[in-house]
């Protein structure tokens, strides 16, 4: 609770009400304390008090910004950002208009702090695209009203020289929409001449500062400051001030806000005319009638105006030197003095430059101002300006200072006599504070019928000689015991003796001070005259922009009625302004300026006491002190806080003002705190009515969350149900859809069962009773019919009869593929039977001869398959042809089965010689060939076995038993041509004549027995014989080897 503290800070409190003892000096010591320590805020309940620090002070941050967002405006430290936000916030929150009512003297602050409103508003609602664009136009018109309204005084190096009433509107958000900028009598006088040590407005330094060589080429403008008569011709720089720089920022500021580069264009060429009209001087000479009149001293300036706004020189150089006057129905052209010249020049420049500056302000609404149509609220920020009182005082202080006590009117009004009338109104107990009432000043400035305005106006229009003198007198007599006029003459009735105030003077007793005006120029001023050959002339001109600040130039609408005075529009202007405040919820800022020259944190007490005493503080404490800080009828406010209790939430039944009690007393505030008027509900301090926006900020919290739970809960009930119902249609769908599926499945299955069992029952009962058995012998008929065709067709199909012809024709049905094989095995074995039967005996020996061979060697031997080919002929010798084989014919005679020759291996060195071989049923014969005599002759009982090779030699070793009789030289080693016939005749002799088969052994190696012992014979296989003769070499004395291929 720092900030809270430091409100209740003994020695600077930060709320004025709460100083004790409230005194001029305590208040004064306050704020002088607060002032030195930085704090340059300090409240009256919700006014603001603002002492112009003149430095800068490190509190319009962001983080600020932040801080004050949203704030409790009791609970932090005072700030202009405070009534800002609270202001904001009861705008979006509340949907109440609201004002800002910036108040002070020149230089207090005013402008500054109607910015900081502005930036913090700007700062805290919300962003966008849209919406920064129409902040950043808001915020930007500021540059641009400030070079063409501000300007140098005395009082402030940056004094608005105009008033300024700018409404922001909002959407119902709270988002800035656009905004409306109404001007309030520009001191155009500041135009033409100023007060040394001050300045004329700002644009023209910063053109001539910061414009670039071709802007002021084509402006046709000199640099140099000293050249311009209306600049003064003295040096214009200020410190602290950069206009080169402050130039481009106005050009800027005007891109931002959406002047296009030729609009600029324009309007930097009228503010040169301006400047330049200064320079055109007029020289006086005389004409022929002797008269007096004025010509242009020096054609240059004017010939440069003229090209700027596309005129003819000469026709500016009539409007400035001479007036179309009318004199019975007759335009006569009459010439003018050169004061009168000079009085028409400026009166032109003064014109031009305050139209310009209204046509400025229309520009900048037409870009910010918001459609028609959308519902808005507002918030008015007025910084007018301030109270002045000068050494010589003219019509624009008479002005601004009217305007001031109009504002001051509104205070005291809004804070002072309403609150105070209102408690007496309401019922409430109240002890009245005394309170100094401004209406009278304001009664005798602005009443209608009598008040000084008036008589001005009158006097203007009154026809004879008018001057300020006349006006004074009618002012003295009417005012003659008026409290707060005085003049010399009231003085001189009620003989006081004052040397201050000058014969042609006046003098107000204003809220602020006294101010003595000089009626001097009164008159001509609130004329306000231009001639009329000059708005003609501009009229003429072919600049567009200058053409259309000139619409009375126009000859076709010439109009003889005059225009309304200064005084009487600024009257109606502040009338409207006023209205406008009134509709709003106003908020103060009251600026106070600590020093008269500018110096930073230099607190001139006696300047604070005279701003404490006109601004009415003290009474302003009092009455808050006594007061109530808040008030609202019984309905809104039962409305806006209901939801505090259950008793009036959501609705009470009764009247607002029992509702009311009844919620109060349920929130229990101690009963100072509230009074209950007739209408309206009455809280004393600010702190009961923030804890109760407290309390209520909570509860609609509450409330949101408890919406938000049971929409929520409505909602998923909702969906929940939803999907209930549609879970119970699908499944209840789907159910029937697989209920149905199941039965016609079933059907399906019943049906397919029930025309078997029908089937199955009808075929029984039709077998039993109609052709039983049919089947069965039509199966019978069909098989046998296949039997018989294939029988048929194989009996057309027989293969040939050669034996060696295997084929047969295919079964054509499986089931009759084993009786096919049968059938061809059979016709196979006729065949061959067939076969043999045809044969002769001879050739069937030879073929038994053959089986034999084939039975013994088949496989066997190599030799064998060579055989094949060849017909055993037996008989190769032809014994009984040749005469020299007579003998051994005679000794086989009949036996005979074979002979032929072969070759004896000799047993010791393995090498052959011939022998003849005969082979008789009984005996085999060995003889030599050429004697034809047997030299061997072996009982075939001797014969043990035979040995043969394996390969397609024609080796034999013939084995002999050793008790044979033959066998005493051993056994024999033979190698014949037809070894397989001789073994095989061999073979069947034996079985013919023993019945014993001949043991026959196909090896490659065995044992003989030689006469000498056994020898061991290995069969060698060699590529190097030849194939049928084999080669025996003896190895040793037991081996031998059988070369053979
Ligand atoms: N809050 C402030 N902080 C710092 N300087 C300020 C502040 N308010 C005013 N000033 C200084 O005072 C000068 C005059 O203020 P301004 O607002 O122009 O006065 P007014 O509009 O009342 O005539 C400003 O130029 C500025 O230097
Ligand atoms: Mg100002």
């Known amino acids: ?28 010591h306050t704020l002088q304390e607060r002032f030195h320590r930085g704090d340059i805020y300090t409240y009256i309940g919700n006014v603001v008090i603002s002492v112009n620090p003149y430095r800068s002070l490190p509190i319009y941050t962001p983080e600020k910004v932040q801080e004050y967002h949203n704030c409790n405006f009791f609970a932090v430290k005072p700030h202009i950002y405070a009534i800002a936000d609270d202001a904001y916030r009861s705008l979006r929150d509340r949907d109440r208009d609201q004002c ?240 009168q010249g000079y009085y028409g020049r400026d009166a032109l420049a003064k014109n031009i430059y305050s139209r310009l500056f209204d046509w400025l302000v229309n520009r900048i609404n ?51 006599k309403e609150e105070q009338e209102e408690y007496v109104r309401e019922g409430i107990q109240w002890t009245p504070v005394e309170f100094f009432d401004n209406s009278i000043i304001c009664n005798l400035i602005e009443n209608s019928k009598c008040g000084i305005l008036a008589m001005l106006d009158e006097e203007c229009l009154r026809p004879g000689v008018v001057n300020e003198d006349t006006f004074l007198t009618k002012l003295n007599q009417l005012f003659a015991t008026h409290k707060h006029y005085e003049s010399k003459e009231t003085q001189n009735a009620r003989r006081i003796m004052d040397a201050s105030l000058p014969p042609q003077c006046f003098r107000i007793h204003h809220y602020a001070g006294k101010v003595t005006y000089n009626v001097m120029g009164f008159i001509e001023k609130n004329n306000d005259l231009l001639f009329r050959d000059l708005s003609q002339a501009m009229w003429a001109a072919q600049h567009a922009l200058l053409r259309s600040l000139f619409p009375e130039g126009d000859p076709q609408k010439v109009s003889l009625k005059l225009p309304p005075t200064a005084g009487f529009q600024f009257k109606a202007s502040v009338a409207t302004l006023m209205k406008n405040l009134y509709s709003k919820n106003p908020n103060y800022i009251r600026c106070i300026k600590p020093n008269e020259t500018k110096t930073a944190m230099l607190f001139t007490p006696e300047l604070v006491l005279a701003q404490i005493r006109y601004l009415g503080l003290m009474e302003n404490v009092r009455v808050r002190r006594a007061g109530y800080a808040f008030r609202q009828l019984y309905g809104p406010f039962l409305e806006r806080y209901k939801m505090l209790s259950p008793q009036t939430w959501p609705r009470w039944a009764g009247s607002d003002r029992d509702g009311a009690e009844v919620l109060l007393a349920e929130l229990a505030f101690p009963p100072e705190e509230l009074a209950f008027g007739h209408t309206k509900i009455f809280i004393r301090s600010p702190r009961t009515l923030f804890d109760l926006e407290r309390q209520r900020q909570e509860r609609v919290v509450q409330l949101a969350t408890l919406i938000q739970k049971m929409f929520r809960g409505w909602r998923c009930r909702m969906h929940y149900q939803r999907m209930r119902k549609s879970q119970i249609i699908i499944s209840a769908w789907f159910r029937g859809h697989m209920q149905k599926n199941k039965y016609k499945q079933m059907k399906r299955s019943a049906l397919i069962i029930q025309a078997h069992v029908r089937g199955w029952k009808v075929r029984r009962a039709y077998r039993r009773y109609f052709r039983a058995g049919a089947s069965a012998r039509l199966a019978n008929f069909i098989y046998r019919r296949l039997v018989q065709k294939f029988l048929v067709s194989l009996g057309r199909n027989l293969p040939s009869l050669v034996v060696t012809d295997r084929t047969w024709p295919p079964a054509p049905y499986k089931f009759l593929a084993d009786a096919n094989q049968e059938l061809r095995s059979i016709f196979y074995h006729w065949k061959c039977k067939k076969y043999r039967e045809q044969l002769t005996p001879q050739r069937r020996a030879l073929l038994q001869a053959k089986l034999c061979a084939s039975e013994l060697f088949k496989d066997k031997k190599t030799l064998y398959s060579k055989s094949l080919q060849q017909p055993f002929q037996g008989e190769y010798l032809g014994l009984t042809q040749n005469p020299k084989y007579q003998k051994l014919h005679a000794v086989a005679k009949d036996k005979l089965v074979m002979a032929d020759t072969v070759r004896k291996v000799n047993r010791a060195s393995g090498k052959t010689v011939p022998r003849l071989l005969l082979l008789t049923t009984e005996h085999l014969v060995l003889a030599d060939p050429k004697a034809a005599q047997p030299k061997t002759v072996l009982s075939l009982g001797d014969i043990r076995s035979v040995s043969v090779t394996r390969f397609s030699d024609g080796f034999l070793a013939l084995h002999l038993k050793e008790t044979s009789t033959g066998g005493a030289k051993g056994d024999f080693l033979l190698v014949s041509d037809h070894l397989i016939e001789l073994i095989t005749r061999l073979h069947q002799t034996l079985m013919d004549t023993t019945a014993q088969a001949l043991p026959l052994h196909i090896t490659d190696q065995f044992s003989t027995r030689f006469q000498k012992g056994d020898v061991a014979v290995t069969v060698v296989e ?10 025996c070499k003896k190895r040793g004395s037991h081996k031998m080897e059988v070369l053979v291929h």
Do not use: W
Not at 307 to 330: F, H, M, Q
Not at 376 to 395: A, H
Not at 1022 to 1031: G, I, L, Q, R, T
């Open 1 to 28: 609770m720092e900030a809270a503290n430091s409100l209740l800070d003994a020695a600077a409190v930060g709320d004025l009400v709460l100083l004790d003892p409230l005194t001029e000096e305590s208040l004064l």
């Open 366 to 416: 037409a870009s910010i101002q918001v459609k028609p149509g959308k519902q808005r609220k507002v918030m008015g920020v007025l910084d007018i300006y301030g109270f002045e009182i000068f050494q010589d005082n003219s019509f624009e202080q008479f002005i601004i200072n009217y305007c001031n006590e109009k504002l001051q009117q509104i205070f005291i009004l809004m804070t002072l």
């Open 100 to 339: 800002i009512l910036i108040t002070g003297e020149s230089g207090a602050g005013k402008t500054e702090a109607s910015k900081l409103v502005m930036s913090y508003v700007a700062a805290v609602c919300s962003k966008g695209e849209e919406v920064d664009k129409v902040k950043e136009q808001l915020l930007q018109s500021n540059p641009v009203l400030e070079a063409f309204g501000n300007a140098k005084t005395v009082r402030n190096d940056n004094s608005s020289r105009f008033g300024k009433y700018m409404d922001v509107e909002f959407d119902f958000k709270g988002e800035p929409l656009g905004g409306v900028i109404s001007n309030y009598l520009l001191e155009k006088s500041r135009i033409v001449r100023h007060v040394k040590g001050e300045r004329n407005f700002h644009i023209f330094y910063q053109l001539l500062a910061g414009g670039s060589v071709k802007q002021l080429q084509h402006l046709k403008l000199r640099q140099d400051c000293r050249h311009y008569s209306y600049l003064n011709r003295e040096s214009s720089g200020l410190p602290g001030m950069d206009d080169a720089a402050n130039f481009h920022a106005t050009q800027d500021a005007m891109r931002i806000i959406g002047f296009s580069p030729a609009e600029v264009m324009a309007l930097l060429e009228v503010t040169a005319v301006v400047l330049k009209l200064g320079n055109v001087q007029l020289s006086s000479s005389y004409q022929a009638s002797g008269m007096e009149a004025c010509s242009i001293a020096e054609p240059q300036e004017l010939q440069e105006i003229c090209e700027l706004i596309g005129l003819d020189p000469s026709r500016l150089e009539r409007a400035l030197c001479s007036r179309t006057v009318k004199a019975r129905d007759e335009m006569v052209l009459t010439t003018l003095s050169v004061p």
């Open 1022 to 1031: 060699s590529a190097k014989v030849d194939s049928n003769v084999p080669v």
